[in-house]
């Protein structure tokens, strides 16, 4: 069964240092999300992206985040200049075209910022 | 606006004991879908159960059952005879176009 990919499982970086959160959807889905969970707390929407373009993106998807999808495959969340509470699980999501809006989650990756 | 409620932040049972996880929703859309999801302590999220709007039935997947009710905007979740397995938090969550909204979920305690 297709799944949703990320890469790394977790991360650690230093506060200031940029990072690249990898997902690879699954192949034939059209729409893309990230969601943040910081430790113990709810799953929180960060944005949506469809057609090489920022569908919608809540408060916390500041200027430090940014998304893009560089190849036909990978969909990346940037943060360019981590803070401590920056700190959470990012899950990354994808969702076939049209149809049942049922999203499909990846495994997350856990950052830690230092 | 979207919101997703559920009361019960903690609920620790017995084996084999029934336990039922609320969730109440509000939204403006006409069209949406309900979920619910378990995260183990592995912390990736297990996709349980859709609903859409439409279709108020209830359903049953061995020991999870699903009560969707629009007149009180509810999608409760039950589990018969829980298990230490079904320990984990479950969120319910809810989409009506580009998003989901969680619940803030529950955490679901089961002793042996």
């Known amino acids: 069964e297709p799944e949703v990919t990320q890469t790394p499982s977790h991360q650690v970086t230093q506060m200031g240092q940029e990072v690249i959160l990898r997902c690879v959807p699954i192949?034939?889905?059209?729409?893309f999300y990230w969601y943040r969970q910081i430790l113990g707390q709810k799953v929180e929407f960060l944005v949506s992206?469809?057609?090489?373009?920022?569908?919608?993106k809540s408060e916390i998807f500041d200027d430090q985040f940014s998304v893009e999808r560089p190849d036909g495959s990978n969909f990346t969340l940037k943060i360019r200049s981590t803070k401590l509470e920056d700190s959470a699980m990012y899950f990354c999501?994808?969702?076939?075209?049209?149809?049942?809006?049922?999203?499909?989650f990846g495994p997350g990756t856990r950052l830690t910022v230092t | 606006a979207q919101k997703v409620t559920q009361a019960q932040t903690e609920i620790s049972v017995v084996e084999k004991e029934d336990v039922t996880l609320d969730c109440v929703y509000e939204?403006?859309?006409?069209?949406?879908?309900l979920f619910w999801y378990k995260q183990p302590p592995s912390g990736e999220l297990v996709f349980l159960i859709r609903?859409?709007?439409?279709?108020?039935q209830n359903e049953i997947s061995g020991r999870y059952s699903w009560n969707f009710q629009k007149s009180t905007s509810s999608f409760n979740f039950t589990i018969t005879a829980s298990q230490v397995v079904d320990s984990a938090v479950y969120f319910c969550?809810?989409?009506?176009?580009?998003?989901?909204?969680f619940g803030a979920g529950t955490r679901l305690f089961v002793k042996a």
């Open positions: 939204t403006r859309d006409t069209t949406y879908y």
């Open positions: 999501a994808s969702r076939p075209r049209g149809g049942a809006y049922e999203q499909y």
């Open positions: 609903r859409n709007s439409f279709d108020e």
């Open positions: 992206f469809y057609n090489n373009e920022i569908s919608e």
């Open positions: 969550a809810l989409d009506g176009g580009f998003k989901t909204i």
């Open positions: 192949s034939n889905h059209l729409y």
